[in-house]
């Protein structure tokens, strides 16, 4: 009746233990506990998911050698963006987007909150830290040819990210609600404005009217905080997954050596 | 890039590929060592730099600096270099968005299968002139005088007349300099051509017509109504006598 348990993966099974090794009086020690409840956790959810398998592609892929440290550009746009999603979280606790009450909250939030000016700094100077690591990624990629076959479509995709970027800087430009980020803003509607064609509507579709107005501020917001994040985190999904599916670029004077038993079998 | 270059590539490639590292903890080490670089660059920034709140908005003040976050310069830049008005709009949106669909369509025009630079003469002397006059552009754009400084002399009618309507229209150009009507107008060699140019506005309009527009502008002209009626009055006297001289 004790053999109704199923059977352990070969890892886990109690192993034999080897003769003179001990006299079996070893305990088993928390840690080893510990260890095990994880393991049990982690196979209970890749039961259910079957997750580990994408996991471990993802993660234990090669990456060709003679990558550099121009290579950590992508991931640290990346990390600054994360930053950005974090900070800009804590700013939207504070943030009140309505256009009598917009400075006054981050006025609060400035002077009053404990941080705050801290956390407003690291996103204000994030976006910078942010727009310069693109630019030296899309540089990287370039000068490398990484941008050439097979990989067209993941540079595309980063030419969309960018723009999307360009654009959050702009519109997140209005939201503290001051007379610099006011004007600003005003100049690059106006600009936007006399565009051919689409500009006119353009203009009255970021002003939420013929004027900018009480709403031009509430439709800044939600472009800001809606809109353009989550099309960035999809984009961002869609070039990671490229980036892991086709493999990172090997620098363009790295030559194969083919391995000396291949040639043999050439012969 | 025919089919035997595709394939000849991904030969290449998958050789190189398979004697590579693990991403897994060999780049992931260097990314993280990257992330904490960054990291502490904004918190730096943050520290040192600060994130001071301006002045609350008022759409009919005085003093404002109409400036764009610093990477747009070079966008505002463009916009100051091509002067005549019927050339802005190919400023401001035209060079943009072919540059933009210039970038976007990078991989489909250039399709040599080469990577090393230097094979690469064109791209990298495209690149490079890109580069440098972004930089520039960034330069200049950052060193503009503030859209808040009007350099003018007093027309000889003004300096002959004296008194008053000296002290009038020096009055006026401080109120044009103050309230911002040179971040979309020009007046002489200053400011932007967004809007119509102010030049010789007082050849065209009489002094009722520009403090009519003054109070009730067309959009995207926000209204000066606010002004108070003393520098409202500054503000049309030296309007109505620009006369192109």
């Known amino acids: 009746m004790a053999n109704l348990k199923p059977p352990l993966p070969r890892a886990l099974r109690p192993q034999p233990k080897r003769p003179g090794e001990d006299d079996g009086k070893t305990k088993i020690g928390r840690k080893d506990k510990v260890a095990e409840k994880g393991i049990s956790t982690l196979d209970w959810i890749d039961e259910r998911t079957s997750l580990s398998g994408g996991a471990r592609w993802l993660m234990f892929r090669k990456i060709p050698k003679g990558t550099n440290w121009f290579y950590t550009l992508g991931s640290a746009t990346l990390f600054a963006f994360l930053s950005q999603a974090v900070t800009g979280v804590i700013l939207a606790m504070y943030y009140d987007p309505s256009a009598t009450r917009a400075y006054e909250s981050m006025r609060y939030l400035t002077n009053e909150v404990f941080l705050g000016e801290f956390v407003r700094g690291m996103h204000k100077w994030g976006s910078s830290v942010m727009v310069i690591l693109v630019f030296l990624h899309m540089g990287r990629t370039f000068f490398y040819g990484a941008y050439k076959y097979p990989r067209e479509l993941n540079w595309v995709i980063g030419v969309v990210l960018l723009i999307l970027t360009l654009f959050m800087s702009f519109t997140g430009y209005l939201l503290p609600f001051d007379q610099r980020s006011f004007w600003a803003t005003t100049v690059g509607v106006a600009i936007n404005g006399t565009g051919p064609l689409i500009g006119p509507y353009l203009n009255d579709f970021l002003r939420a009217g013929p004027e900018f107005g009480v709403t031009t501020l509430a439709r800044f917001y939600a472009l800001h905080m809606l809109v353009l994040p989550g099309a960035i985190v999809a984009m961002i999904g869609a070039h990671l997954y490229l980036v892991a599916r086709l493999g990172t670029t090997a620098p363009p004077w790295m030559k194969a050596e083919i391995p000396a038993d291949s040639r043999k079998d050439d012969a | ?245």
């Open chain 2, 1 to 245: 890039m025919n089919t035997r270059e595709k394939e000849a590539y991904l030969r290449e490639y998958s050789i190189l590929k398979s004697q590579g590292k693990p991403f897994f903890p060999y780049s992931v080490a260097k990314d993280s060592i990257m992330a904490v670089v960054v990291m502490a660059s904004i918190i730096l920034m943050s520290l040192v730099l600060g994130a001071e709140l301006g002045p609350k908005v008022d759409p009919t003040t005085t003093t404002y600096t109409p400036r764009p976050e610093w990477y747009f310069f070079f966008l505002f830049e463009v916009l100051r270099i091509i002067k005549p008005p019927s050339l802005t709009p190919l400023a401001a949106i035209g060079v943009p968005t072919i540059a933009m669909i210039l970038l976007f369509l990078l991989p489909f025009y250039d399709r040599s299968p080469e990577r090393r630079p230097e094979r690469r003469p064109i791209a990298m002397a495209a690149a490079f002139f890109t580069i440098a006059a972004m930089a520039f552009l960034t330069y200049e754009g950052a060193h503009a005088g503030s859209p808040n400084q009007i350099d003018m002399e007093p027309p000889p009618a003004v300096l002959a007349a004296g008194g008053e309507t000296l002290r009038m229209w020096e009055a006026g150009k401080q109120v044009v300099a103050q309230s911002g009507c040179l971040a979309c107008h020009k007046i002489g060699e200053n400011g932007n051509s967004l809007g119509p140019n102010l030049s010789e506005i007082g050849t065209t309009s009489s002094r009722q017509a520009i403090a009519r527009t003054l109070v009730n502008p067309t959009a995207p002209m926000p209204s000066y109504a606010e002004l108070a009626p003393e520098k409202r009055d500054a503000l049309v006297e030296f309007l109505a006598r620009l006369r192109g001289e």
